[in-house]
């Protein structure tokens, strides 16, 4: 399959391996998610240019250091070779994540339906998308009214739909226009795709997610599993600063990020990073600060246009293709995400906290509880300081949601 020709998309994930990390599990309910896990990579894709068949396959460069990642892109390469399977809906797919985002996933081997949802120029990115001559079949879908033919079926929806900051503004300045768009689609979500896994990057996302999960309760079809803020790039950045910092192959690098994401609740924990690296006092405040504040650098960088759209579309795909591979029964795949696991994991007043899981074939199937204990004091305190921001934010986004419950949804025919 490899060739000279080959480029590849690197998505590796976490590089541990169970061994090094073994905290423990605990079996989840759909109600509740609360457990202990360990970490594992995701494996990278390729595109095999060399071929006559042009598709994506699955590799990894760095398989001869982890037999995890061995066995996991067999697992993937198999189901490429069957045409891959899965149905992905991506809702706000024509905005500046959205179209990075549908371009990478149109590159998954494990995707045979990409279906692209926006209230604007959804035409056009659909039509350009559909000539890539990579298996995905893509339809576009726009307006209301063709939200539900856009989302039945789909193992996971998307949902980059909302404005994105200016220079000056907080995620939290995002809410008054972002949390009715979060509401109105995970109405249609559980009316059309009850058993997705549902992936929300709308900001501010530490009151989306809990608006999302209450819809879906009010509707009755909440699987805590299922309903997951994607957090993903405050680890891709934190990789990306931490290797550079200490001059790592960045394939070795893998610091978890837990809290919420939004300034002070972003909090990475240096102390857990892989490899063993030692850290300065100013080196954790510092690096501590720029992964905190890496949004807000782009933000201004752009100068009011918008925020992070490439790095997001490509932690986003990350996190997809890590979803489809634990829905595909590859046991071993660790992300960091924003789910309901907060009550066990952090304090009791939060039912919603970013922490690393185990995806599997329902979604979430452990939470890596463990790994927030023997933190630094330094993270002590900063786990402290950002519990009751977190809080606010979650308790805004539930007290929104209740304000005009949605209606039960319908009996799936
Ligand atoms: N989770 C993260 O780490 C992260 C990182 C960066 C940005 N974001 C957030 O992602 C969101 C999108 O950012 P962007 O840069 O792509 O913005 P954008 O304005 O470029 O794109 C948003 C898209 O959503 C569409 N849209 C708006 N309302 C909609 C609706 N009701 N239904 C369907 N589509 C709708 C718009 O037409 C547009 O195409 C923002 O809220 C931003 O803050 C999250």
Redesign the pocket.
């Known amino acids: 399959m490899a060739s000279a020709a080959m480029s590849t998309l690197n998505l590796t994930s976490s590089p541990l391996n169970k061994q090094q990390l073994r905290l423990g599990a605990a079996t989840l309910t759909a109600d509740h998610v609360s457990s202990f896990s360990s970490t594992i990579p995701a494996p990278s894709l390729c595109y095999s240019s060399s071929s006559s068949r042009s598709h994506w396959q699955s590799i990894n460069p760095t398989s001869r250091r982890n037999p995890w990642r061995r066995a996991g892109i067999n697992r993937v390469v198999a189901k490429s070779g069957a045409g891959g399977g899965y149905k992905v809906a991506i809702?706000?797919a024509?905005?500046?994540?959205?179209q990075p985002l549908s371009l990478l996933i149109k590159m998954s081997p494990l995707v045979s339906s990409l279906h692209l949802?926006?209230?604007?120029?959804i035409a056009g990115v659909t039509a350009d998308l559909a000539h890539c001559n990579t298996p995905a079949k893509v339809a576009g879908f726009t307006g209301k009214d063709e939200l539900a033919a856009c989302l039945a079926g789909a193992d996971v929806v998307v949902i980059?739909?909302?404005?994105?900051?200016k220079p000056g503004m907080t995620?939290d300045d995002?809410f008054g226009i972002?949390a009715g768009?979060v509401r109105?689609?995970a109405e249609a979500v559980a009316d059309h795709a009850p058993a997705a896994l549902v992936h929300v990057?709308?900001?501010p996302?530490n009151s989306t997610v809990p608006i999302a999960a209450e819809v879906l309760k009010q509707k009755g079809v909440y699987d805590a599993r299922k309903v997951f803020?994607?957090?993903t790039?405050?680890v891709v950045r934190a990789n990306t600063f931490v290797a550079a910092a200490k001059r790592l192959p960045l394939a070795d690098v893998d610091v978890p990020v837990v809290g919420g994401?939004a300034a002070a609740t972003i909090l990475p924990l240096l102390s857990k990073s892989r490899p063993k690296i030692p850290f300065t006092d100013e080196e954790v405040e510092a690096l501590t600060r720029r992964i905190q504040n890496a949004?807000t650098e782009v933000v201004d960088a752009k100068a009011g246009d918008?925020?992070?759209?490439l790095s997001?579309a490509y932690?986003a795909a990350r996190f997809v293709e890590a979803s489809l591979r634990g829905l595909d029964g590859d046991g071993e795949v660790y992300e960091c995400a924003f789910v309901q696991c907060g009550e066990a994991v952090a304090a009791p007043e939060l039912p919603f906290f970013a922490c690393r899981v185990r995806l599997g074939r329902d979604g979430v199937e452990e939470v890596m509880a463990a790994e927030l204990k023997g933190i630094s004091d330094y993270e002590a305190r900063a786990l402290e300081a950002l519990k009751p921001l977190l809080k606010k934010s979650i308790d805004k986004g539930i007290a929104f949601a209740r304000q005009q419950p949605a209606a039960p949804a319908p009996a799936m025919g």
């Not at 024509?94 to 959205?98: D, E, F, L, T, V």
């Not at 918008?306 to 759209?309: P, V």
């Open positions: 809702l706000g024509a905005g500046g994540i959205g949802y926006d209230i604007a120029n980059p739909a909302g404005v994105p900051r995620r995002l972002n768009i109105d689609l990057i709308t900001n996302i803020g994607v957090t790039l405050d994401h949004g918008g925020s992070a759209t997001m932690a």
